[in-house]
Nanobody, 125 residues
Framework: VQLQASGGGLAQAGDSLRLSCVAS????????VAWFRQAPGKEREFVAA????????GYTNSMKGRLAISRDNAKNTVYLQMNSLKPEDSAVYYC???????????????????WGQGTQVTVSS
């Protein structure tokens, strides 16, 4: 199983970025997928999650209204559109997948099975 995250980079406050997570080695349509992020010295925190059919499950309150998660099961890919970026959004963003996680547990990083390597997002003021 491999999850490949990409799309991070340097951005200025107010910019937008779209992250992608491409999965291989799994029956992608059977998996819920989420994004987490981790800033230096901080714990990994939930960002957004999406259900198997493409409905969003939830977003972090700190970025609510600035995020959109989507997926293309034909391409084994999940996207995270991030708008109006702020310096405090700087972190390594990870995608994760699970076929068995229940919706009430999606914000708990320990409940997810597979993780990608992360993509760095740095937002300057």
């Amino acid at each position: 199983v491999q999850l490949q995250a990409s799309g991070g980079g340097l951005a200025q406050a107010g910019d937008s970025l779209r992250l992608s997570c491409v999965a291989s080695g799994i029956t992608f349509r059977s998996y819920r997928v989420a994004w987490f992020r981790q800033a230096p010295g901080k714990e990994r925190e939930f960002v957004a999650a999406i259900d198997r059919g493409g409905g969003s499950i939830g977003y972090t309150n700190s970025m609510k209204g600035r995020l959109a998660i989507s997926r293309d099961n034909a391409k084994n890919t999940v996207y995270l559109q991030m708008n109006s970026l702020k310096p405090e959004d700087s972190a390594v963003y990870y995608c994760t997948a699970s076929s068995s996680i229940i919706i009430s547990s999606v914000r708990d990083s320990s409940m997810w099975n597979y993780w990608g390597q992360g993509t760095q997002v740095t937002v300057s003021s």
